[in-house]
């Protein structure tokens, strides 16, 4: 692999930019975190799921740090601060705080979308007194007046702790370089998972994975050159022809991230993926950003007004689970798998009412858990491969 910050886009391999990319995100010593702060004297800030506003830390010259679990790294320590039932996620990021791996962080986010993550939050301002940590309120109030006022504040505290811990102040101009910078990122992503909904044989779900994890660690810019040159990549491949397999949506796995393998098993066990909702913060809105006008406002706004449904956001109006049942047509699925990590609250807690909502507009489902350090597939091909199968078989299409 070519030293990093940037991967080798000049590779005319999809197998060399995929192990490349997946290489990076396993190296949970983050050298390409390393090296951009060696070469720009920047500080990098880490952020736990499901989403953060990017633009504002990259418009105040830092590096967003995506920190969405550490896969089946052996846990030594992180197990002692969290109880037995509780999810992977956590104990995988307590680890790699004590383990050193997160060093090069100069600080950390910690967006409000469940309790474990709040008590990470107030954990690691004891374990790493000397670093940012702030707690990002995400507000579940979604008008102008109260919910968009209490965001902008929030942002506006975190901005200032961030040029207290040695970034830039944040200006108008920049902020909005910044939201263009993400805008073009969303854009590459949302192009990648049409050409995958209308071809899912030409962008297998598990390469897709990657390129997009290694997004979390490489700056905005060169997140994008990646997915562009993965794009091409992908498209001049003559050997991918659709075989008969199921589509299906994949939901629920939008904090802790199932292992690569799991992903790879689905697809082996008869089924495309034409839908998910991995690395939530790269689709967190549905369109762009607004490029004009008061950028604050816009990052605003934009949370306000654009964010998909998500087991971490309050509906307050409308039918929880009826984003899915819509996603399902437009993505032409046959099927949904609900996917979610053990003992997390929200993904499964939101289960009923969404499985409620897929099955009276009759769409098939089946559901399983995992964890990041999930090692065996056998149960869940066999499961997959019997709802891909019984798809196929009897849903006459
Ligand atoms: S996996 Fe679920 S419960 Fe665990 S931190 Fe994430 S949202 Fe919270």
Redesign the pocket.
Known sequence: MSTLTELDLATTSITTLVSDCEELIRDTSMPSVRTWKERTGGIAIGFM?TYIPRELLHAQGVLPVGIMGAGDIEIIRGDAYYQSY??H??RSTVELGLNGSLDCLDGMVFPA??D??RNLSGMWKMMFADKLVHYLDLPQDFSAEIGGTFYRHDLELLSQKLVDAGARPLEAEALRASIRAYNENSRAVRALYDLRRREPWRVPTAELYVALRAGLVLPVESHTALLERFSALVQAQTDRVPVDQARVILTGSF??QPPLGLIKTLERSGCYIVDDDFVQVSRWFRGDISETGDPLDALVGAFLNDAPACP?RYIDDGEKGRELVDRVGACGAEGVLFCA?S?????LLDQPMDTAAVTRAGIPWTAFKYSEDTGQFQVIREQAGTFADSIKLWSGT
Do not use: K, M, S, Y
């Not at 003992?343 to 993904?347: G, L, S, V």
């Open positions: 799921p509780i999810c996620i956590p979308i469940c474990v993550i904090c802790e971490t990590p003992f997390c609250d929200p993904a």
